[in-house]
Each structure stands twice: as structure tokens, then as C-alpha cells.
């Protein structure tokens, strides 16, 4: 399962140095942190503050820090904005995290859509992990619960005047130099100093990769006037989800010979480090035999360096393969309608992307059968082509794997999910595979569990039913759990003491339609006897959105690959504009087509360096899309999907 964790450091404020010299410990803040921010070492740090030499710091402690030439700038006191609609009333920030999408800020802080994006124009063109988005204050304070209102030096804006007072930049040789703000972000600073993100990195080697720090300082190009001031103005029953969280805090701080530094935040485990990294526990520990003693908040640990990331061949435009199984060229039509639908999802995704200004070069091959399918290959140039989705089946998926082995070309897999696939440091599996799903029903059914018994509804190779039987046993306490092959064999239980008929918990593990439809209704029919009964299903059944009401009794909680929120405005864009293209809603693998070809152009960047974007989680029109990687230097594997509750 995935473990939780939560960003601190991002909350920190950015405090300056006193006469004195001291600094004033903030939520967030280790020595290690404090004594890299003063340009000092750990150990000059305590020696400096003897009483501290446990390292044990609380927020209000005041330490003294080494006088350094330039001290941070003083952050100015957290206010509230007011928001330009008087109907809102003050407003704060929250920054935003891993998994959150515009439905879920909506559901969590109680806001429409329309409100959200009257105060966000920018929403959905720079959605990013570390993005401050603009809520009304009292709806932070309520539902905000972690995370709440930003502290860090937010600024007051004026309805009348929508300006901004500038940072303080100080200039070098170079360039001039930046103190990064908690409000910044790679768009708004290249605003700001007109320059360009490939200028920016060129002017900070490994920013990209480390990203932006609050608090330090970065090189921008020397402009010939003051720097221009970027203004914000700011304008005044079924429950979808996106699933499990993950956040990871730490930042890689630089990169040597054959490993990269990685410096240990608050949250981290060694488990997220081996899952973000893509390194084995003995490899993490052969590089740094400290961790034998323990994992602490600021230790530098050495990390095995990875592939480097495939960089685009020739020219400006990317070019891009979409291997489909039309089979025309040997005349077979059994995947055809699959082949047709799934590129006129991909033509609009191709066509959104290229309007807003993407060069694409694409070329569309038929894939065609088993026999035929090497030659097809050969309509494919290795030295010029920077990205290939498809083909569709795992042996096509192999034969271009080793057909491109020495180019490294990124290949996109729609269907296709083997663990002999994810030996392949190159390749992109989309589809979640059911070991993540049966985790999610473990996690899920721990949340609830009161000692009930526990029945499973397996298929006929009760592999999925049994791994959710032994993730249960070690998640849950006393558990009873009964392992059946038909949902007419669940009963309710018995009260030792009354003897009158106690709620059960149901799972469905299998993905048959007629399973789902003999699930929902002995469910339906145990709740009608007695309250309390929960169903969960590892799969969609039609039927579940047939009888949502009688369902929701049982509080199903069901996940999906696939769910569009129809209620969403980029889905609603995204549905009317495929409308009107082709006189009909999407079928299934017209959304495949558009999710698929969109979330992976959206992660290219002018360099073809997709695979540095693979940390981001995006969810399209009706897939969520979360990579890990499946090993060290393996397949980057999609463990994202939608939860849905169906709530009474």
C-alpha cells in the first residue's frame, strides 16, 4: 500500500536575521535546514547553541545563527486577502498537493467550481504540486484540517489596483539573484524577468530536478530595467475520489559521479525513498551504512544515479508513433472499431496540444496481427522518433521494446500490464494492475472494520480474493474471513448475546458483470434486513450506477479505471468538444485514446524529457494517471484510480 505523508516544509515561514544574529524556529524547521539557510555546518550550528545539541528543536526556540554578508529577506506578517467579489470575504492560500484535483478542493472546502475558478483564473493551466491556489479563508479554517492557511509572507492585494510589491533582487556578475518566495513558481518567475524556463535552467544547473526552494537564492537573467512586478488580480449522492495519497518532501541537493544526494525531510521513510527512487533497500543501505543506526531528519544520503533521461532526437517538433491494430493490411477487423475509437480520442488530444502551441510530428502505423506485426516496425525510423503509444498487446509491446533498445525511445503500453514488462527502464504501463486495487479494498475495509465478519466473492483462480484475505489478516484485528464463490452464499452473522441477525462486510474480487449484479443485489437485500451491512467491490459493475440509491445503503464503495466527473469544466470542455467533432459522446476507447495521447504530451517538455515528468499526478478526462517505477531502473507503472462512494 502507499503510505501518506504530508508536505511541513512548504508551510515554513521565511524569517530574517536579527542584530543578534538568532533565528527563531518555525513549524518545519531541523538544524540541518537552519544551518544550510545561514551558510553554516550542523555542527558549527550546536556548538553555537550547546543546549540544543540533541538536535531537538521546538517551534518558538531562538538559536544563534553565523552573520553572513546578505541575510534573508524579512517576511512580511501573514494577512488575509480580500477577494474582489465582496460575496466571498477574505480569502488565504493552501499549496496544493499530490492527488488533489479541482473536484476534490471543491468536496473538501465547501466551494463551487465557479467560485473556485473566479478566484483562480489559472486553474487548469498550471495545476502543479507546490501551486498556491486562492480559497476563502474561513472555508481553510474549517475544512482544511492539515492543511491549512499558508503563513509564509502572503501578499495584500487591492481590488482597485491589482499590484504587488516586489522582491528585493540583488545583482551579481552573472545575473541578477533571486530570493525564491513561497508564492513562486517556474511560470511566474520567467514572467517576471522575461526570460524562458530552458534560460532559467541554463542559468541554475539542476533546478529542474531539485525544483523551487522558499528562501533560497537563484540567477536570473539581467533585464534592462527594474524588474517587472507580475499582479494576480484576484476575481471575486455519488462521492468521486482520486484515490490514495503520496507525497514526498525531500529534495535531491545535487549530483556527483554515480550517485545523486538526497536530503531527508520530515515524513520521510526509507520505504518512500526506495519507491521514489526506484532503488533496492540493500542498494540504499550499501551507499549509506548510517541508515543501519536509523533515518533522520536531515541526513544527506547517496542515491544510486538512474538512467539518464531520453532527450529528443532532431529538430523542434516531437515525434510521435501511434502503433493502432486497424488491420488493413491483412484484412482482420477484430480489433478495428477498437483501433478507430481510440484515435479519434488521441486526434483531440493531438489537436488540444498542438493549439496550444506543441510542435508534433505524428505518424499513425498499422499494427496489424501477431504474423504481420514485425513489419510493420519497419515504418518506424528509431533515430527519429522521440515517443511511441502502442502498440496494444504485451508481445507486440516487447517486440518494440527490444526494436528500440539502443535508442531508449520512451514506448507507452495502453492495455498491456505483464510483470515481464517491467524490466524495461524505458517503458510506460497505463493500466493499474488489480494487485493496487486489492491494497486500496484492504486500506478501505481497515477504516471501517468493528469486528464484523468479512465475506469475499472470489473468482474461479481466488488469487485476488486470497491476497485480500492475508492483507486483511495482518491489517485487522481477530478477523473472520470467509473466502466464497458465490454472493448467494453470503450471510448475515449472529449476535453471541441477542442472538438477533449483525451486518457483515462484503468484498467483491471479480470482475464478471453477472458476479457484479448477484453482489449488488444479496446486498441490497442484507441491508434491507438489518443496518450497518458495508459492501466494497474491487471492480465496476453497470449495475452499480442502476441501483445507486438501494446501494448506497450498503455505503458501496466501489473503484474504476475510468470515471469522468460530469460535473467537472474541463471534462464538460473536453466531452463537448468531442461532440462536436464526431456527433457523439465518447465510447470507451475514444476516452482511452484522448487520456492516454494527452497525459503523456502534457508531460513532454521542448526536450522530449518526459520521463522527468513522471512524478506528476494528472488526472485527464476519465483516468488518473500516478507512476512509480516498478524496480530500479524498471517500467514506470500507472497505480492511480478513482474510488467512488455511494453514500446514504
Known amino acids: 500500500m502507499i503510505k501518506r505523508f504530508?508536505?511541513?516544509?512548504?508551510?515554513?515561514?521565511?524569517?530574517?536575521?536579527?542584530?543578534?544574529?538568532?533565528?527563531?524556529?518555525?513549524?518545519?524547521?531541523?538544524?540541518y535546514n537552519i544551518a544550510k539557510k545561514y551558510g553554516i555546518t550542523v555542527d558549527e550550528l550546536l556548538k553555537l547553541n550547546p543546549k540544543y545539541k540533541d538536535g531537538k528543536l521546538a517551534i518558538g526556540d531562538v538559536v544563534t545563527v553565523k552573520a553572513e554578508k546578505h541575510t534573508a529577506p524579512a517576511s512580511k506578517p501573514a494577512v488575509a486577502e480580500k477577494a474582489k467579489s465582496g460575496s466571498v470575504g477574505q480569502v488565504g492560500k493552501i499549496i496544493l498537493q499530490p492527488k488533489q484535483t479541482i473536484y476534490g478542493i471543491t468536496k473538501q472546502y465547501r466551494i463551487s467550481e465557479t467560485d473556485l475558478r473566479k478566484l483562480n483564473p489559472e486553474l487548469d493551466s498550471h495545476m502543479k504540486i507546490g501551486d498556491e491556489i486562492i480559497l476563502p479563508l474561513e472555508s481553510i479554517k474549517k475544512y482544511g484540517g492539515e492543511q491549512q492557511a499558508l503563513p509564509a509572507a502572503v501578499v495584500t492585494k487591492s481590488a482597485e489596483s491589482h499590484t504587488e510589491t516586489p522582491v528585493a533582487v540583488a545583482t551579481s556578475g552573472e545575473g541578477e539573484a533571486y530570493v525564491i518566495q513561497s508564492k513562486d513558481n517556474y511560470y511566474r518567475i520567467t514572467k517576471?524577468?522575461?526570460?524562458?524556463?530552458?534560460?532559467?535552467?541554463?542559468?541554475?544547473?539542476?533546478?529542474?530536478?531539485?525544483?523551487?526552494?522558499p528562501g533560497e537564492t537563484i540567477k536570473v537573467k539581467k533585464s534592462n530595467t527594474d524588474a517587472a512586478v507580475v499582479s494576480e488580480p484576484v476575481n471575486p449522492k455519488t462521492k468521486i475520489e482520486s484515490g490514495n495519497e503520496k507525497v514526498s518532501t525531500a529534495t535531491v541537493t545535487s549530483v556527483v559521479d554515480d550517485y545523486v544526494t538526497y536530503t531527508i525531510q520530515?515524513?520521510?521513510?526509507?520505504?518512500?525513498?526506495?519507491?521514489?527512487?526506484?532503488?533496492?533497500?540493500?542498494?540504499?543501505i550499501a551507499l549509506n551504512p548510517e541508515l543501519s543506526k536509523g533515518l533522520k531528519t536531515g541526513m544527506v544520503l547517496k542515491i544510486k544515479k538512474q538512467d539518464p533521461a531520453y532527450v529528443k532526437k532532431n529538430g523542434d517538433a516531437l515525434s510521435v508513433v501511434l502503433m493502432l491494430p486497424f488491420g488493413y493490411s491483412t484484412n482482420e477487423t477484430q480489433y478495428r472499431a477498437m483501433a478507430l475509437d481510440f484515435l479519434t480520442g488521441a486526434k483531440l488530444a493531438i489537436e488540444r496540444n498542438a493549439s496550444g502551441g506543441q510542435k508534433l510530428d505524428i505518424k499513425i502505423v498499422d499494427s496489424g496481427n501477431e504474423a504481420s506485426f514485425k513489419n510493420s516496425m519497419a515504418q518506424i525510423n528509431p533515430e527519429n522518433t522521440d515517443l511511441i503509444i502502442g502498440p496494444f498487446f504485451k508481445s507486440n509491446v516487447i517486440d518494440v521494446l527490444d526494436f528500440t533498445r539502443n535508442q531508449k525511445i520512451p514506448v507507452?503500453?495502453?492495455?498491456?500490464?505483464?510483470?515481464?514488462?517491467?524490466?524495461?527502464?524505458?517503458?510506460?504501463?497505463?493500466?493499474?494492475?488489480?494487485?493496487?486495487?486489492?491494497?486500496?479494498?484492504?486500506?478501505?475495509?481497515?477504516?471501517?472494520?468493528?469486528?464484523?465478519?468479512?465475506?469475499?466473492?472470489?473468482?474461479?483462480?481466488?488469487?485476488?480474493?486470497?491476497?485480500?484475505?492475508?492483507?486483511?489478516?495482518?491489517?485487522?484485528?481477530?478477523?473472520?474471513?470467509?473466502?466464497?464463490?458465490?454472493?448467494?452464499?453470503?450471510?448475515?452473522?449472529?449476535?453471541?448475546?441477542?442472538?438477533?441477525?449483525?451486518?457483515?462486510?462484503?468484498?467483491?474480487?471479480?470482475?464478471?458483470?453477472?458476479?457484479?449484479?448477484?453482489?449488488?443485489?444479496?446486498?441490497?437485500?442484507?441491508?434491507?434486513?438489518?443496518?450497518?451491512?458495508?459492501?466494497?467491490?474491487?471492480?465496476?459493475?453497470?449495475?452499480?450506477?442502476?441501483?445507486?440509491?438501494?446501494?448506497?445503503?450498503?455505503?458501496?464503495?466501489?473503484?474504476?479505471?475510468?470515471?469522468?466527473?460530469?460535473?467537472?469544466?474541463?471534462?464538460?470542455?473536453?466531452?463537448?468538444?468531442?461532440?462536436?467533432?464526431?456527433?457523439?459522446?465518447?465510447?470507451?476507447?475514444?476516452?482511452?485514446?484522448?487520456?492516454?495521447?494527452?497525459?503523456?504530451?502534457?508531460?513532454?517538455?521542448?526536450?522530449?524529457?518526459?520521463?522527468?515528468?513522471?512524478?506528476?499526478?494528472?488526472t485527464q478526462l476519465a483516468t488518473k494517471f500516478e507512476f512509480v517505477k516498478s524496480k530500479a531502473n524498471g517500467a514506470y507503472v500507472n497505480t492511480g484510480y478513482r474510488v467512488i462512494r455511494l453514500v446514504p
Request: proline residues 4%; glycine residues 6%.
Open 412 to 618: 507507452v503500453a495502453p492495455f498491456a500490464n505483464s510483470p515481464e514488462l517491467y524490466n524495461y527502464s524505458n517503458l510506460i504501463i497505463v493500466e493499474t494492475n488489480d494487485q493496487t486495487y486489492a491494497d486500496k479494498i484492504v486500506e478501505e475495509v481497515k477504516a471501517v472494520y468493528s469486528d464484523q465478519k468479512i465475506y469475499v466473492v472470489a473468482d474461479s483462480k481466488k488469487e485476488i480474493a486470497n491476497y485480500i484475505k492475508g492483507g486483511l489478516e495482518k491489517a485487522v484485528k481477530n478477523p473472520n474471513i470467509i473466502i466464497v464463490n458465490s454472493p448467494s452464499e453470503i450471510q448475515l452473522d449472529k449476535n453471541m448475546m441477542t442472538g438477533q441477525s449483525a451486518p457483515v462486510i462484503a468484498i467483491l474480487a471479480s470482475d464478471n458483470d453477472a458476479a457484479g449484479e448477484a453482489f449488488a443485489n444479496k446486498t441490497i437485500a442484507l441491508s434491507k434486513e438489518v443496518q450497518g451491512v458495508k459492501a466494497f467491490s474491487m471492480y465496476y459493475s453497470p449495475i452499480f450506477e442502476k441501483k445507486v440509491d438501494e446501494l448506497s445503503q450498503a455505503s458501496l464503495v466501489y473503484l474504476m479505471d475510468r470515471k469522468i466527473n460530469a460535473e467537472g469544466s474541463f471534462e464538460k470542455e473536453i466531452l463537448a468538444a468531442y461532440k462536436s467533432k464526431y456527433c457523439k459522446t465518447p465510447p470507451k476507447y475514444a476516452i482511452v485514446g484522448f487520456d492516454v495521447v494527452n497525459d503523456m504530451l502534457t508531460r513532454e517538455n521542448k526536450k522530449g524529457e518526459i520521463f522527468k515528468q513522471m512524478n506528476k499526478v494528472q
Open 266 to 284: 520530515q515524513g520521510d521513510t526509507v520505504f518512500s525513498i526506495v519507491n521514489k527512487f526506484g532503488v533496492s533497500i540493500d542498494e540504499l
Open 192 to 213: 517576471q524577468f522575461g526570460i524562458s524556463q530552458q534560460e532559467l535552467f541554463a542559468l541554475n544547473p539542476g533546478l529542474e530536478e531539485k525544483g523551487l526552494k
Open 6 to 31: 504530508f508536505i511541513l516544509s512548504s508551510l515554513c515561514m521565511v524569517l530574517g536575521v536579527s542584530a543578534q544574529n538568532s533565528h527563531t524556529v518555525v513549524k518545519g524547521d531541523n538544524p
